[in-house]
């Protein structure tokens, strides 16, 4: 069985830090390409960022230059470090797996390929 399990969220004021982990079992994960989507109120999923054998392979302009993914294969996770925060990037952050790619739209979570439960972020001003 698959699982993704993301944690990490939490409440911070605007211009903290957070590191989103999402940890896994059940898949290849050296194979599997990942990303980091979330969700806003009132907002479509959408991709943030996204990784393949450790290499950047997507980062949404919203979150350039503050945001950066990563993987480490020996301990099966993914992380999201999460700079200079701001109110806007409040949303359930979620992980997702896919061998054939990753869209850019979707929605958190989909029915294409593996997804996490997701994990809460919540930016003060």
């Known amino acids: 069985e698959v699982q993704l399990v993301e944690s990490g969220g939490d409440s911070v004021q605007a211009g903290g830090s957070l590191r989103l982990a999402c940890t896994t079992s059940?898949?290849?994960?050296?194979?599997?390409?990942w990303g980091w989507y979330r969700q806003g109120p009132g907002k479509e999923c959408e991709l943030i960022s996204s990784?393949?054998?450790?290499?950047?392979?997507f980062t949404a302009d919203s979150v350039k230059g503050r945001f950066t993914v990563s993987q480490d294969n020996a301990k099966k996770t993914v992380y999201l470090q999460m700079n200079s925060l701001k109110p806007e990037d409040t949303a359930m952050y979620y992980c997702a797996a896919s061998f054939y790619g990753l869209p850019e739209k979707s929605s958190c979570p989909s029915s294409y390929g593996y997804w996490g439960q997701g994990t809460q972020v919540t930016v003060s001003s």
């Open positions: 059940g898949i290849d994960f050296d194979d599997a390409g």
């Open positions: 990784i393949r054998n450790h290499v950047d392979t």
